[in-house]
């Protein structure tokens, strides 16, 4: 999920910390400008940044106040206290309060409709799991932490047995039931470093990271146990195959590696086998 909170392509701690560093360079500006020149408007771009990218509404709160401050500094660089304002430097600061805190709102909306679009883009409509699409990206992380620092990960499909008798039998809505509870199902074993995917049709992807032969094992065993009992009890006559592979020393492409757990799974579909 962190990823896609990246809205543009930069790392929102990044962005945040650079919000903060742009309004601290501007005020050294403002301080050294002669008095007739007032940067005023220029926070307000370094606060729209931290409203835009930061998780926490304590963090843009802290901003607002920050940019406010800044923003009239020179009213108490010479110890004019408030008490002394007139009424219009107080009219001044009201009216550039507001002026921040639309600004910063409007990026605060941005945001949101931003995360929307980004969580409908990565995100099955059906069952709410993660898409194709993200999982790939998944993948492509997960072998660059290979390359880079040697984190083992692991990858498996599943495949739902006899889906399509369902879909011939009792219909094309019993069928997305099904898909639906599975995925549900699943999300039961979501943890950090364990994400799941529907590819499309009746195939499912998980994606572990720090994760080594033996403990996928165990997760992909307890996986086809839980389904395929949750399956039994609401009357659904369907069962799960899966093929799983680890990586630990070599890295291959996306590709690659979706075709080698297809081609496992297969292998225990039509051999019967399941992960124990």
Not at 212 to 234: L, R, Y
Request: overall charge negative; some cysteine; charged content about 20%.
């Amino acid at each position: 999920m962190n990823n896609i909170e990246s809205l543009f392509g930069i790392k929102p701690k990044i962005a945040v910390l650079l919000g903060f560093g742009l309004l601290l360079v501007i005020l050294m500006i403002d301080v050294l400008s002669p008095d007739d020149y007032r940067l005023v408007l220029l926070y307000l771009f370094p606060a729209a940044i931290i409203a835009l990218n930061a998780k926490s509404m304590k963090v843009v709160i802290a901003a607002l106040i920050i940019a406010t401050l800044f923003e009239n500094y020179f009213l108490f660089r010479d110890g004019y206290f408030p008490v002394f304002f007139t009424k219009i430097e107080v009219l001044n600061i009201a009216i550039r309060f507001l002026a921040t805190l639309l600004i910063m709102w409007l990026a605060r909306s941005l945001r949101r409709s931003q995360l929307r679009v980004n969580l409908l883009a990565n995100t099955d409509s059906l069952t709410g799991l993660w898409n194709r699409r993200w999982a790939r990206i998944m993948i492509e992380q997960a072998i660059a932490r290979l390359e880079e620092a040697q984190e083992v990960f692991s990858v498996a499909l599943i495949d739902v047995n006899d889906f399509k008798k369902i879909n011939d039998v009792r219909g094309h809505l019993v069928g997305d039931q099904v898909l639906t509870k599975i995925a549900h199902t699943l999300m039961e074993f979501t943890v950090e470093n364990i994400m799941f995917f529907r590819l499309g049709g009746n195939e499912f992807l998980i994606v572990a990271s720090k994760e080594d032969e033996q403990q996928m094992h165990q997760i992909c065993g307890d996986i086809v146990k839980t389904v395929d009992q949750t399956m039994s009890d609401s009357g659904y006559p369907v069962s799960l195959s899966i093929g799983m592979a680890t990586y630990s020393d070599t890295a291959r492409s996306v590709s690659e590696i979706l075709h080698e757990v297809d081609l496992e799974m297969y292998r225990h579909k039509t051999e019967g086998k399941k992960p124990q």
